[in-house]
Every structure is written in C-alpha cells, then in structure tokens.
C-alpha cells in the first residue's frame, strides 16, 4: 500500500483535484505514481474500489514512460505486489484486475478527445507544450466512476494554467521542499544546491517548490535583485528603521512593515533586516522596532503617522522613551513614493546583506497599480521611508558602526 512522508499522502478530504507542487527531487513523481498503484488496488482509504482506466498525461509521450513509467520513482517501481504490464504499442499499462493506465502527450492535446477515465495523473504540468488545451480536454474525459479524481505534480512555473489551479478553492495544494526528501538524496547535493541557489529566485522555485511571479510592468526585476545581494557587509555611518504601521490588528489586516536600512562610507543604500509580520498589535510592532533598532545600534527610527498620528510615537516611547521617533506622513502615492527608489536601485547604489524573499516578492509583484493581489505593500513601504531618509536627504550622521 501508500508507504511515505506526511506530505505524500493523498488527503482526508473530499478533493476532485491535488495539486502537489516540489521542488526538484522532493519526491513528488514518487507520491504521484503511488496514488496511482494504490487506486488500481484499491487500498483504502485511498479507493474503496479499483479505478480501472486511468489517465497519464507529461509533456511528451517519451515523459510519460522514462519518468511517470520507468522512471526510478515511476509506477513499475512503486508496484511492489503487482507489475502491470506495459502494451508498447497501445501505450498503455494494464494489470491483472483489467485497470489500464493510458499515456498522453500535451502535445497532442486533441489524443484526449474520446477517451474516458475515473482517474487521471499529470506529471510537470508547467512544462505541458499545450497546457490549458491539454488540461481541458482531460477534463472533459475524467468523467466515469462515482468520484473521479486527478494528482498534477510539477516544479512550479508562472503559467496561467497554474496559477489558476492555485487560486482555485476546489483545489488541494501541497507543496514539498527538496530538503524534505533528504534520506533520498546525496547529502553532497544539498549542500552543493544550498550553496549556489539557497535564497535565490532559482532556488525557491526548484527547490522549495515556490511560485515565483513577476509583473512584466514592476518597478523591480527578479534579475537586478539577485545581482545587487552581497553578504560582505561594511561599515555603516548611519542606520534607520522605518515603521509602516497597519490601519488595524485583525487576523486579516495588512502587515506591520519593520525594515532596516544602512548608508555606508561611500554612500551605498543597504538594506538590512526585514522584520515585517501580521498580524500586528502596535505593542508588538513597537516592541519589535525597538528591538531592532538597538540590535542594529540605529540611529533613528522613521514611522508612518497616517494611520496612528501622535499614537505611534506614543506606543514607541512606552517601549524605550530613549529611542529617536520621525514622524512621515505619506502626501503622495505609493507608486509616487517608490519611483525614487527604483531609480536608485537601477543606478546600482542599493545592497541587499542578506535574501528577504517576502519584500522581494513584493518588489517584484509591484506596479504602479499597486500589487496584484490588491492588498497594501507594507514591506515594501517600509523600505522606501528607510532608504529615503537615508538617500533622498541631506542630513548625515557621521557616526561608524560594524552590522553583524
């Protein structure tokens, strides 16, 4: 029967479609061709009965058989009490109970006219040549049985297909990273991965199994943000912490943006923390701000005051009344605000000392309509009180500090 990790087995729910995103070698073609052989035998919980005529769609024909077939985590592998047997010619699996498994290519999305089936499994869907063609027309075919239902694993890709999948309430999504699968793989790979693609766009995407966006149209690209980390920190002559506070507390209410940003001798912009969360009580977005501003030996603390006014540097000065507090209020837009930035990004005068995937996300996610999702970017804001009070001012403190 299903033998692997959590994260492998089907779920207890009433589900049509899971979705299980992975990072490369998380064990996800595994999980996908053990639901397969588990319903063929019908091994509860999984299939009160055996599903007789299965779907298996990759992106080619030759896809199908050396990984979702073959392959060292394919079916053949997996069926450990009985093989089926593999009709070359008809390109099929079939096995002793009279189950079939039939293969599809997405690039012949028209193949999947006419056949039907009370399962279906698609392997790397976000490298399918015809996706939503292919993803239609096997709908359309999974329609036998009391409950049919279909597994998709891939390594995430920003395709529309995907993306709607992900959004789509109906369906489960899982995500498995590649570490997870660690007792599987060369400890000498992980480490090499970690090493040249940890935190890195690349890295979250194949290796954290991530959907990675970028808005053709944003101020940021992924690329000048992976060009401009640099771990090899220097001195800093000044250090702020900027505060952009949320209108409210509740569990869906934006998030507190807490960034850290530094100047260094020959004027570099570096940014370095974000302690952004939600949701936030201003005590503890305060307590937070605090913390870092003497973890960093900062100068100067930056607050937005639209949303709170005399309460923000109120709630600061209950936490350390000691800690310097500027009040900013925001007269222009968002976009307006952060188009400065940018620019002094595209100029190459902005370090980042570590990988802050969640602003960068927002970086990249943001246009001058705001974020896709519509929701405030609060990180991002922070980061643009900081590195403004720090580059679009004259003001200078000369004061040297070591960042570690």
């Given at each position: 029967?299903?033998?692997?990790?959590?994260?492998?087995?089907?779920?207890?729910?009433?589900?049509?479609?899971?979705?299980?995103?992975g990072?490369r070698g998380?064990?996800?073609?595994?999980a996908?061709?053990?639901?397969?052989?588990?319903?063929v035998?019908?091994?509860?919980?999984?299939?009160?009965?055996?599903?007789?005529?299965?779907?298996?769609?990759?992106?080619?024909?030759?896809?199908?058989?050396?990984?979702m077939?073959?392959?060292?985590?394919?079916?053949?592998?997996?069926?450990r009490?009985?093989?089926?047997?593999?009709e070359?010619?008809?390109?099929?699996?079939?096995?002793?109970?009279?189950a079939?498994?039939?293969?599809?290519?997405s690039?012949?999305?028209?193949s999947?006219?006419?056949p039907?089936f009370?399962?279906?499994?698609?392997?790397?869907?976000?490298?399918?040549?015809h996706?939503?063609?292919?993803?239609?027309?096997l709908?359309?075919?999974?329609?036998?049985g009391?409950?049919?239902?279909?597994?998709?694993?891939t390594?995430?890709?920003?395709?529309a297909?995907?993306?709607?999948?992900?959004?789509?309430d109906?369906v489960?999504?899982?995500?498995?990273?590649?570490?997870?699968?660690?007792?599987?793989?060369?400890q000498?790979?992980?480490?090499?991965?970690g090493?040249l693609?940890?935190?890195?766009?690349l890295g979250?995407?194949?290796?954290?199994?991530?959907?990675?966006?970028?808005?053709?149209?944003?101020?940021?690209?992924?690329?000048?943000?992976?060009?401009?980390?640099?771990?090899?920190?220097?001195?800093?002559?000044?250090?702020?912490?900027?505060?952009d506070?949320?209108?409210?507390?509740?569990?869906?209410?934006?998030?507190?943006?807490?960034?850290?940003?530094g100047?260094d001798a020959?004027?570099?912009?570096?940014?370095l923390?974000?302690?952004?969360?939600?949701?936030?009580?201003?005590?503890?977005?305060?307590?937070g701000?605090?913390?870092?501003?003497h973890?960093?030996?900062?100068?100067?603390?930056v607050a937005?005051?639209?949303?709170?006014?005399?309460?923000?540097?109120?709630?600061?000065?209950?936490?350390?009344?000691?800690?310097?507090?500027?009040?900013?209020?925001?007269?222009?837009g968002?976009?307006?605000?952060?188009?400065?930035?940018?620019?002094?990004?595209?100029?190459?005068?902005?370090?980042?000392a570590?990988?802050?995937?969640?602003?960068?996300?927002?970086?990249c996610?943001?246009?001058?309509?705001g974020?896709?999702?519509?929701?405030?970017?609060?990180?991002?804001?922070?980061?643009?009180?900081?590195l403004?009070?720090?580059?679009l001012?004259?003001?200078?403190?000369p004061r040297?500090?070591?960042?570690?």
């Amino acid at each position: 029967m299903f033998r692997g990790r959590t994260s492998q087995l089907p779920p207890h729910l009433d589900w049509r479609t899971w979705l299980i995103l992975g990072g490369r070698g998380s064990g996800k073609t595994r999980a996908g061709a053990e639901w397969v052989n588990s319903i063929v035998q019908g091994f509860p919980p999984f299939r009160p009965r055996p599903s007789l005529s299965i779907a298996l769609v990759g992106e080619t024909l030759a896809d199908v058989r050396e990984v979702m077939v073959d392959g060292p985590s394919g079916i053949m592998a997996v069926s450990r009490t009985e093989r089926p047997r593999f009709e070359v010619t008809r390109r099929r699996l079939v096995w002793a109970n009279g189950a079939t498994a039939a293969m599809f290519s997405s690039e012949d999305p028209d193949s999947l006219r006419g056949p039907q089936f009370d399962a279906a499994w698609g392997d790397e869907l976000a490298k399918w040549k015809h996706a939503q063609e292919t993803w239609d027309m096997l709908q359309f075919g999974l329609r036998l049985g009391e409950n049919p239902r279909q597994v998709v694993t891939t390594t995430p890709k920003p395709i529309a297909l995907l993306k709607g999948l992900m959004g789509d309430d109906s369906v489960l999504v899982r995500t498995m990273r590649t570490a997870e699968n660690r007792d599987n793989l060369a400890q000498s790979f992980l480490a090499h991965m970690g090493k040249l693609y940890g935190g890195t766009r690349l890295g979250r995407q194949e290796l954290d199994g991530e959907l990675i966006e970028e808005r053709r149209d944003a101020l940021w690209s992924r690329p000048m943000l992976e060009e401009i980390y640099c771990a090899d920190v220097p001195p800093m002559r000044r250090i702020v912490v900027a505060i952009d506070p949320p209108a409210s507390a509740t569990r869906k209410s934006d998030a507190c943006g807490i960034v850290a940003a530094g100047l260094d001798a020959t004027g570099m912009g570096w940014v370095l923390a974000d302690e952004s969360f939600a949701p936030a009580k201003p005590i503890q977005w305060a307590r937070g701000a605090v913390a870092l501003f003497h973890r960093l030996e900062a100068d100067l603390i930056v607050a937005e005051i639209n949303q709170g006014g005399d309460m923000v540097a109120a709630v600061i000065a209950a936490q350390d009344h000691a800690v310097p507090v500027r009040g900013v209020r925001a007269n222009r837009g968002k976009a307006l605000r952060a188009e400065p930035i940018a620019a002094l990004y595209e100029q190459g005068r902005v370090r980042h000392a570590d990988r802050f995937a969640a602003l960068e996300d927002e970086m990249c996610d943001f246009t001058h309509a705001g974020l896709s999702n519509g929701r405030s970017p609060d990180r991002l804001d922070a980061l643009v009180w900081a590195l403004s009070e720090l580059m679009l001012k004259r003001e200078v403190i000369p004061r040297i500090r070591v960042v570690g």
